[in-house]
């Protein structure tokens, strides 16, 4: 019996000896190699390599939900006068709507997706930026509907070139959705851009840009009041001087801007005289900010002023929160703040013709000063602060007539807060407040030769509404990616 088992048991293994040497004989089939992402870090950006490519490529956005709400009351426009053509005004006919038929509640959503592509080069990081935006609104200060492009530029050598914020300005609207007053083209109105950089030693830089004088997303630089631009012909000319520094940063800048309009109605036929005005505006723009980490963690503190002639827009009086809180505009007028009022705004205004026949053009000169200042209470709770303060003239107002529209003066102020909750990383939970009061001189037209009061509002001879104020609120909760 034992020398059956042994036997039987000398038989298996030698099967299995020949099974295991037969079968290593077999040709094998290796597992085909894994595609790995691949992490790359190109001028201080992290991301992954496009296979196939050299470029770092980084996805990047957010998603924003957001509730808002303001005090839209009496919204006042001109409007004819009696016997009139439908369009006309003299500046001195006021009509109101109620302001119950406003609305003062609304929701947006926005969906932010950006694409940021760099790869080295001998002259250094080659870069292309793009920013799409979805929009979706409605009721109070929604953004409407629609998907368009924010931003979208390329980068390299000191070039700039494409749809980029502007180098006129410094720190832009302001740490809220909604605007101070100041020249923001940064996250808003990013006009069209061929730019060179020069970078010095010391963090010195110095940039010389032209950028399209139509605007984008907002009005645009050429305001219109009772006048038609005609076709570019000269691009906006900007150029500034930055520092940038451990302790902050420094900018000033300039604009060259040019306005070449005719006056409504005018025909082209042969042998007519066509009433116009090819002028020049500028503007100018300074800035500081100073970083404050013995207060908090990414704390700071930004203030900057502008000033314009002849370029409204590069002064920063046309931003804040006229255009939530405004339902009336009229022929071309915008009435900002919460009571819409009537308020004369452009690049350059047509007054009239004087004793001579000459055409008389008013010119505009407006200023503003802004402050920012953000703190950390910790890691998840921040809160900005914000101010500012702006003043528009207009120049001879002596006047009666077509030109006795203008307001001689206007002065306006916004302030307010935003606070941040970040409970998790990319998760922010945001409330913000803002409150703008304005005033504005009588027009001209409002009183006769004698000084008596004739302006209407409904119908009514009336005193000029020269005050008004209004604030808007916001809940906003972000998820960043």
Not at 303 to 328: F, T
Not at 385 to 405: D, H
Request: aromatic residues 12%.
């Amino acid at each position: 019996m034992t020398l059956m088992k042994s036997i039987l048991l000398g038989s298996a293994a030698g099967i299995l000896a020949v099974a295991g040497a037969q079968a290593a004989d077999l040709p094998t089939k290796k597992a085909a190699p894994a595609e790995y992402v691949k992490i790359c870090n190109v001028g201080g950006m992290a991301g992954f390599i496009i296979p196939g490519s050299d470029t770092c490529l980084k996805i990047g956005g957010y998603i924003t939900g957001q509730i808002e709400a303001g005090n839209t009351s009496t919204s006042y426009r001109y409007a004819a006068p009696a016997g009139a053509p439908l369009g006309a005004h003299d500046g001195a006919t006021i009509v109101s709507t109620p302001g119950s038929l406003n609305p003062s509640f609304g929701f947006t959503t926005r969906l932010n997706v950006s694409l940021d592509a760099r790869s080295n080069t001998a002259y250094g990081v080659l870069r292309g930026y793009a920013e799409m935006q979805f929009d979706d609104g409605s009721g109070f200060s929604n953004t409407g509907g629609g998907a368009y492009i924010n931003l979208a530029y390329v980068q390299w050598a000191g070039i700039t070139a494409g749809r980029a914020p502007s180098f006129f300005s410094f720190f832009g609207g302001g740490e809220g959705w909604s605007n101070l007053l100041g020249p923001d083209m940064q996250g808003f109105n990013q006009p069209d851009v061929l730019a060179y950089t020069a970078t010095f030693g010391g963090g010195f830089s110095a940039t010389i840009a032209i950028q399209n004088n139509t605007g984008v997303n907002g009005a645009g630089t050429n305001f219109n009041q009772d006048t038609t631009n005609y076709g570019e012909s000269a691009p906006d000319i900007v150029a500034n001087l930055r520092l940038d520094q451990s302790w902050g940063s420094a900018q000033v800048s300039g604009v060259a801007h040019q306005v070449h309009v005719f006056v409504n109605g005018s025909t082209f036929a042969p042998g007519a005289v066509v009433t116009s005005q090819n002028t020049w505006g500028w503007g100018v723009d300074a800035g500081v900010k100073f970083n404050l980490p013995s207060f908090g963690p990414g704390d700071n503190l930004q203030i900057q002023g502008a000033y314009s002639k002849n370029a409204i827009i590069y002064s920063g009086i046309v931003e804040g929160l006229w255009g939530e809180l405004d339902s009336a505009t009229a022929a071309g007028r915008t009435g900002p703040n919460g009571n819409g009022l009537p308020t004369t705004i452009g690049d350059t205004y047509f007054a009239g013709f004087d004793a001579t026949g000459a055409p008389v053009w008013s010119t505009p000169t407006a200023w503003t000063i802004g402050a920012t200042f953000e703190h950390h209470f910790g890691s998840t709770f921040s809160i900005d602060p914000e101010v500012s303060y702006g003043e528009l003239n207009w120049s001879g107002q002596g006047g009666k007539g077509v030109f006795g529209e203008l307001s001689s003066s206007m002065t306006t102020w916004v302030a307010g807060a935003a606070a941040h909750w970040d409970p998790v990383t990319n998760l922010d939970f945001e409330v913000e407040l803002l409150y703008q009061n304005i005033h504005q001189s009588t027009p001209g037209n409002w009183t006769n030769l004698a000084g008596a009061t004739v302006g209407t509002v409904n119908g009514v001879v009336s005193s000029f509404p020269a005050n008004s104020s209004g604030f808007a609120g916001r809940f906003e909760v972000t998820r960043n990616f």
